[in-house]
């Protein structure tokens, strides 16, 4: 009897194998003739070779199908075992609006008109600005569209960094080493990361290298190729900052600069390396510049207001 054993990499077996096995009891149900047994993170398999070999394919189908959408259920397996090829399996999911298929299947979609604005800059453009104030879902945006080309193969890795500018507080008085005094500012691509990506292949791509997430100071002398890379909070970059980080960008790259220009966290007289960089580059030929406002808020209503009451002291000013 031959026997097949497939290894669960970067997958939690208990999603993929359902409550109390489901998924694999239906797996056994279409393949009566086959053996499945299904230990950790392994499936052994024994059976005629003709008949594995049926098994396997169709089980890197549904392997692919968890991999695209971060879940399966019942229904996607039947439609897999049951189809003749992946196009005939296929769903609605593949709107041309969502960007990506997040943790149990979220659906990850631009969701105001300068969102979506920003993602067709994205596809025209190697550089983009996106501008504006918090909630507007400009780093959330560029994340997911950072992990849609790493998922496509079209860029080997995703870099995301941020000027490490306290907001009030001061770094050296934090406990820990320099990675936890670090993470903290960091906390919002992770957050973003973690709606996107699955925890164990996160921490796979993490510990690999295949996504970075580092203070902007570690990306001096480096020379980004095949990458996505955002930098976010671009607003506390100062000019030798945001020079450097420009230039860094490699063969087959794309970048992203988020920022909020009313939120400088940078000593009194200092120039901001965002709002420089908008104005000596706004008639680049490949650089988007996108101005998103308070009407792509998407967090409590409550945000919108407060923005809009800050800005009438501000322009009383």
Do not use: C, W
């Not at 960007?99 to 596809?123: D, F, P, W, Y």
Request: charge should be neutral.
């Amino acid at each position: 009897m031959n026997e097949l054993e497939i290894e669960l990499s970067e997958i939690n077996p208990q999603e993929f194998f359902g409550y109390q096995n489901t998924n694999i009891e239906l797996l056994k149900k279409y393949f009566p003739k086959i053996k499945i047994v299904a230990r950790g993170n392994k499936i052994r398999v024994y059976g005629e070779e003709e008949r594995l070999e049926e098994f396997d394919r169709r089980f890197n189908m549904i392997l692919e199908h968890f991999g695209k959408y971060n879940q399966i259920d019942e229904n996607s397996i039947e439609r897999i075992l049951t189809s003749e090829t992946k196009e005939d399996y296929e769903t609605s999911k593949e709107s041309g609006d969502v960007l990506v298929h997040g943790v149990s299947g979220k659906l990850i979609k631009a969701q105001t008109a300068n969102q979506r604005k920003m993602v067709e800059l994205s596809r025209k453009n190697d550089m983009v600005f996106a501008v504006g104030p918090a909630g507007t879902g400009k780093t959330y945006t560029g994340v997911a569209l950072a992990v849609k080309a790493l998922k496509e193969k079209q860029v080997r890795r995703i870099i995301l960094t941020r000027p490490a500018v306290e907001a009030g507080e001061n770094l050296g008085f934090l406990p820990g080493d320099l990675k936890e005094k670090l993470d903290p500012y960091m906390q919002p691509l992770y957050d973003a990361l973690r709606d996107m990506i699955p925890h164990e292949k996160l921490e796979t791509f993490l510990e690999k290298g295949v996504i970075q997430i580092a203070p902007l100071a570690f990306m001096r002398g480096r020379t980004l190729d095949n990458a996505f890379v955002i930098l976010d909070e671009a607003q506390n970059t100062t000019h030798s900052q945001m020079k450097m980080f420009l230039t860094r960008m490699g063969k087959n790259a794309k970048f992203i600069i988020t920022g909020d220009p009313g939120q400088v966290d940078l000593p009194p007289r200092s120039i901001s390396g965002l709002k420089e960089a908008l104005l000596v580059l706004k008639d680049v030929k490949g650089i988007g510049i996108l101005y998103l406002d308070d009407k792509d808020v998407i967090r409590h209503r409550l945000v919108k207001k407060v923005i809009a009451a800050y800005k009438a002291i501000e322009n009383q000013e």
